[in-house]
């Protein structure tokens, strides 16, 4: 259901489908490396989401949906029991806290090292290696090898471990999942045909490219049902090397066809202005909104003023934050009272323990009375 009946506030609720958040505010998906042995989510994450959970949803962490799928050192998985048991505690807190969670899942593809797969080569849609791109493994950054195509016969299989993740996902707490088709891992690599030379069924037309997107949507979403699907994509992006020759014709076909099959959402990654490989093509949710009558995320450098432009224009529903939500843990209430807000460290993004975790602080009373002072309510 699209939200242009509803008030274009970021901080109004928001209902979709059978879906009600408390804002119009997301927390995006955040890589943060500190999964524990067995790529168990931290005994932390429960603490570092349910802070944010003053977001009207959540997207977690890319999660892998099989130990196939993994690309960098320390990020959790949903294949395992332990892992769904350990995921329940943080949809519980979040939960209790009045927030909904998707999780997203994700199968890195090429952008992997054999460190992580037993020895054995990453795997792509073709032989490309990305150029000038690393991945982090337990001992440090590491080049990323030539992957190897898979076989068309070898895909049923990456379609059924995501079934599988989402299965899992369900058994541990949460509302809905997001199938990761961005920023160049699995579905993008064959998606864009810069990643995708293949001369099967899932290589050449686009048609053929979207089939494994289109085919791993319909497995989660026979899980889930398609209302509780949600899909992200970044038309344009150049993130771990990506390129596609005609990404307006592309992404179009995709998100047409995507607004048939009443998915939970669609979440798009705006390319930044400067960069890619079509500066002058219109990438952002603007050129896609016309195509797409459901609900539109949006990501992609957003601060209040600019999320509330995007709300007004109508060109999305809701407004996911990154970098922000890291460094403010109560960044919905900051905005409600126009506060200042605490600055993200990159050096702590990816790794570590607590520190650039779970210890940025909310505001205090005093900064909170100083800000509401200044900007009454
Ligand atoms: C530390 C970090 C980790 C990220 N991890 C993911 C991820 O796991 N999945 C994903 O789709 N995007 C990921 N992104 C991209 C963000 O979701 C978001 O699209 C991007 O940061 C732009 O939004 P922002 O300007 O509000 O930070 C990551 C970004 C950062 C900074």
Known sequence: MNANTQPADLLAPYQFGTLQLKNRMVMAPLTRSRAEPGNLPSAMAAAYYSERAGAGLIITEATQASPDGQGYVATPGIHSLDQVAHWKQVTDAVHAKG???FMQLWHVGRISHPDFRDGQLPVAPSAIAPRGVQTYTAEGFKDIPVPRALATNELPRVVADFRHGAENAK???FDGI???GANGYLLDQF?????????DEYGGSVE???RLLFDVIDAVSEVWGSERVGVRLSPGGSFND???????ATFGYVVRRMATLNLAYLHLIEPAITQGEHPNADLSASFFRPFYPGTIIVAGGYDQQRAEEALREGKADLIAFGQLFIANPDLPERFRRGAALNKPNPQTFYGGGAEGYIDYPAMNAEQSEADLEAHPT
């Open 99 to 101: 927030a909904l969670i």
């Open 171 to 173: 058994a541990a707490g």
């Open 178 to 180: 997001e199938v990761h």
């Open 191 to 199: 998606l864009e045909d810069g990643t995708n030379q293949r001369t």
């Open 208 to 210: 053929n490219r979207a």
């Open 242 to 248: 990506m390129c596609d020759c005609h990404p307006q």
